[in-house]
């Protein structure tokens, strides 16, 4: 999930853009330095945080597509470094967490499978990545979150088996991934708060088609 802990969202901001125009001088003496350009898309990202938890959606979605080039053209240069890819996939998510809380399901739909994407071929490569782990249970938690909203817009009756079946799936995966990130940490909080959410969300889902069920 998008996570910007900020006191002084208008003083963030102002820091934040003055290191973009830093990072983007550096970048037009120095094109060729990969390193300059991953630093500019994580300070874009920031901006993008900020707008997001002010609201201004469509000034967070620029910053995050901006942020999208930059790592796409880094992974590409970079031979496809695991990190460079694991931050193009965040990127997407976050694109897709922007493009939904402005409900445009379809498009952030297509950017959680983008980003899905990414961390499955990575999860193959590194299996034992935690950082690449907590990155797909995350988002798989969001594309269950997102089909669930797909069903209150769609569907007026009980859920249809395909979707519950497909929201069940994407829980019980990213519980999986949760659990498995937990029980390497058991005294991190940031490991167990996720699991327990995970478990909210699939005791909702559950008791949603079970009274939906006890209603027909």
Request: some cysteine; aromatic content about 6%.
């Amino acid at each position: 999930l998008i996570e910007a802990k900020i006191d002084n969202l208008d003083a963030a901001l102002s820091s934040y853009e003055q290191s973009d125009q830093l990072f983007a001088g550096l970048i037009h003496k120095q094109p060729q330095d990969w390193e300059l350009h991953s630093g500019r898309s994580k300070t874009l990202t920031a901006i993008g945080n900020v707008h997001y938890t002010r609201g201004e959606l469509a000034e967070a979605a620029q910053c995050y597509r901006e942020a999208i080039d930059i790592r796409t053209q880094v992974a590409s240069e970079q031979s496809n470094d695991a990190e460079s890819l694991r931050l193009l996939a965040n990127a997407h998510m976050n694109l897709g967490l922007v493009e939904q809380a402005g409900g445009n399901l379809e498009v952030a739909a297509e950017e959680y499978e983008r980003a899905e994407a990414i961390r499955r071929d990575l999860l193959h490569e590194h299996p034992d990545d935690a950082a690449v782990q907590r990155d797909l249970a995350r988002g798989l938690f969001n594309q269950a979150m997102l089909n669930s909203l797909e069903a209150d817009r769609l569907e007026t009756g009980p859920v249809s088996q395909e979707r519950f079946a497909r929201v069940e799936e994407q829980l019980q995966e990213s519980r999986e991934l949760f659990e498995q990130l937990a029980e390497d940490a058991p005294l991190d909080p940031d490991r167990q708060y996720p699991l327990a959410m995970c478990y909210r969300m699939l005791a909702d889902w559950y008791a949603r088609h079970d009274a939906a069920s006890a209603a027909e």
